[in-house]
């Protein structure tokens, strides 16, 4: 059974900014290392951020780097999402799954995925 549940999304102007929650219904969230990922209309879903159980931070190369802030709250078992100066291109549902490294960077854990958040950026 999936624990990582997401949200947080909705509808924002560019240039403006949202917080993405991912909480963990399970063990304690620090003891997993937890990534974002997003999936644009027609396109692949790719890896956004993640924070490992040492609490270090790693972000994708392009994308939203420098636009986003990943975080934890360990009290409420939940990782966040800040993002900042939003655009349409960043329109995508956004996931949230424990990672793990790859030849290619990150990758998902489990092949389990949630229903997501929708963020919608308007122009």
């Known amino acids: 059974q999936r624990q990582l549940v997401e949200s947080g999304g909705g509808l924002v102007q560019s240039g403006g900014s949202l917080k993405l929650s991912c909480v963990d219904s399970?063990?304690?969230?620090?003891?997993?290392?937890v990534g974002w990922f997003r999936q644009a209309p027609g396109k692949e879903r790719e890896f956004v951020a993640a924070i490992l159980m040492s609490g270090i931070r790693t972000y994708d190369a392009s994308s939203m780097r420098g636009r986003i802030t990943i975080s934890r709250d360990s009290a409420k078992n939940t990782v966040y999402l800040q993002m900042y100066s939003l655009k349409p291109e960043d329109t995508a549902v956004y996931y949230c799954?424990?990672?793990?490294?790859?030849?290619?960077?990150?990758?998902?854990?489990?092949?389990?995925w949630g229903q997501g958040t929708q963020v919608t950026v308007a122009s």
């Open positions: 399970g063990r304690a969230i620090t003891a997993k290392n």
């Open positions: 799954n424990t990672v793990t490294p790859g030849s290619a960077g990150w990758s998902p854990t489990s092949e389990s």
